[in-house]
């Protein structure tokens, strides 16, 4: 079992930038595939972007590409998301989630959650 804990969500202006940070108490990060995932009021939970356990790059949601960039800290054994040219529809709940699997994008294929940050964008 991992426990996770997402922070860094706040509210901020359009344009703005803001970086999560998603710490694990118990076992070390670099062992999962990570994902952030993110929903927002009367939607489905959203890919956001992926880092595998083995093998191949960082993988983004088309809605978020150029914009955020997700990394993993060994030292600090943190996943960390961050977030620039924000916009009043990024405003959701945002999650850190942790799976065996080799990679997915989908919310069923990750096992395990943090209890989630919100951020919302708004003038």
């Known amino acids: 079992q991992v426990d996770m804990v997402e922070s860094g969500g706040g509210l901020v202006r359009p344009g703005d930038s803001l970086r999560l940070s998603c710490a694990a108490s118990?076992?070390?990060?670099?062992?999962?595939?990570m994902a952030w995932f993110r929903q927002a009021p009367g939607k489905e939970r959203e890919f956001v972007a992926g880092?595998?356990?083995?093998?191949?790059?960082?993988e983004y949601g088309n809605s978020v590409k150029g914009r955020f960039t997700i990394s993993k800290d060994s030292a600090k054994n943190t996943l960390d998301l961050e977030m620039k040219s924000l916009m009043p529809d990024d405003t959701a709940i945002y999650y850190c989630a942790a799976t065996f699997r080799a990679y997915g994008s989908k919310s069923s294929e990750y096992t395990l959650w943090g209890q989630g940050t919100q951020v919302t964008v708004s003038s």
């Open positions: 118990r076992y070390t990060l670099e062992a999962y595939t």
């Open positions: 880092i595998p356990r083995i093998t191949g790059g960082p």
